[in-house]
């Protein structure tokens, strides 16, 4: 296969307005500043990643700031004009940096683009995906009250969505929960609580298992394994970690210790597509599922999500929903769709969309073309 020769990188800063606030246990998202990391190969053919973080650093220690730092100073640096011989490498090229994966996904996931479409195929395919139809999951944020949520439930149940994601915290749970099992008694239905307990949440987490749950999602500390085991062993309900999985190493102590008997696997959270599958590829061999969760993006990040779901031990819907559930106008063309609950994967090479420069232009502040190393910080060559 054809390398990747980086020619140069376009960061195009831009901000993004939800078309409807996005509540979870740690702040309310509406707006938000995106990267869109271009990589220009030599040939000219372009990929395109994203930086998934937000204003603030309430997700993890990024913000789309930090990111940005992160790409100019160190990671652009250490790419630029490289002979790239497969994206698999470039995970070990940013080792020299510690965590940032977001900022790393960022621009590893655009040299998957670049590379897959140097080499006429798609992302899919390089990663022995399988799966050519997606089914498709919807994340609800925290409602006023258990009837406004009852209501998302049932609009969004109608639109043929094959799993309902719910945010919780103390005080907007089990009565929200109750709520939604006494309308929906079989919907599969989760909740996500970011964080928001502790482990002397322990009697009050063991009501949830009397909702049949499919899971809970990173109820504990955003970068504990050890408690979330004590707590799965008091649970019937499968606990889901989201948060707390930077890596192929935090998922294989979680595996080990019983702390979980889900992931969520986000390529941003995790460091980018190659670190991703190889979680994917531990998980299968041990028996336990994963879905890939979202992380409010723009078109870019949602293809490289599909992408990624194909193969095959994403045995549960992710939160992939179309781009009409989070932008007035999605910034790829075709706009990512769903079908009765289900995405067709594009059969384009690459991410299988393209970026919409008209779209685009609508919300990009500026472009930086970055040519040449520029950071004063030394940078390993090897
Ligand atoms: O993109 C989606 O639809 C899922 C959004 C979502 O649930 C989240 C986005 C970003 C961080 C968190 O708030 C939350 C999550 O934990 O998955
Ligand atoms: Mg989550």
Redesign the pocket.
């Known amino acids: 296969m054809q390398s990747v020769h980086i020619k140069e990188v376009i960061l195009h800063h831009t901000t993004v307005s939800l078309i409807a606030p996005?509540t979870?246990s740690f702040g309310t998202m509406v707006d938000k500043d995106v990267c869109l990391v271009e990589v220009v190969d030599e040939s000219g053919v372009s990929g395109w990643g994203e930086t998934v973080t937000s204003n603030e650093p309430y997700?993890n220690e990024e913000t789309t700031a930090t990111a940005v730092y992160i790409l100019k100073e160190f990671l652009i640096p250490r790419l630029l004009k490289q002979e790239i011989s497969h994206p698999n490498v470039v995970h070990d090229m940013l080792s020299f940096v510690r965590r940032n994966n977001i900022a790393k996904a960022s621009i590893e996931t655009a040299i998957w683009d670049v590379f897959a479409k140097k080499n006429d195929t798609s992302i899919a395919e390089l990663l022995g995906g399988t799966q050519t139809e997606i089914p498709v999951g919807k994340?609800i944020g925290i409602q006023d009250t258990p009837a406004l949520l009852v209501e998302k439930v049932r609009t969004f149940m109608d639109e043929g969505f094959k799993k309902i994601?719910v945010k919780i915290k103390p005080g907007a749970d089990l009565e929200y929960l109750n709520a939604v099992r006494e309308e929906f008694p079989d919907i599969p239905l989760m909740a996500?609580a970011?964080s928001a307990y502790t482990l002397n949440d322990i009697d009050h987490l063991k009501k949830l298992d009397a909702l049949n749950l499919m899971m809970i999602e990173?109820p504990l500390s955003h970068d504990d394994i050890v408690d979330h085991r004590i707590l799965q062993q008091e649970l019937t309900t499968p606990v889901c970690l989201?948060e707390s999985v930077h890596s192929l190493d935090d998922a294989r102590k979680a595996i080990e210790l019983g702390s979980c008997k889900v992931i969520?696997i986000k390529i941003g959270r995790v460091g980018g597509l190659y670190e991703s599958k190889r979680i994917h590829d531990l998980c299968l061999e041990k028996g336990i599922p994963v879905w890939c969760?979202?992380?409010?993006?723009t078109g870019i990040g949602r293809a490289h999500n599909i992408q990624l779901t194909t193969l095959k031990n994403f045995t549960i819907p992710g939160?992939t929903?179309p781009s009409a559930h989070y932008w007035k106008e999605d910034i790829v063309t075709p706009e990512i769709v769903m079908d009765h609950g289900i995405i067709h994967v594009p059969s384009g090479d690459g991410i299988g969309y393209e970026v919409d420069q008209e779209k685009l232009s609508k919300v990009l502040i500026s472009s930086e073309r970055i040519t040449e190393v520029e950071t004063t910080h030394p940078i390993p060559s090897v």
């Open positions: 996005f979870t997700y994340s994601k996500d970011n990173q989201d969520n969760g979202g992380m409010l993006e939160d929903a």
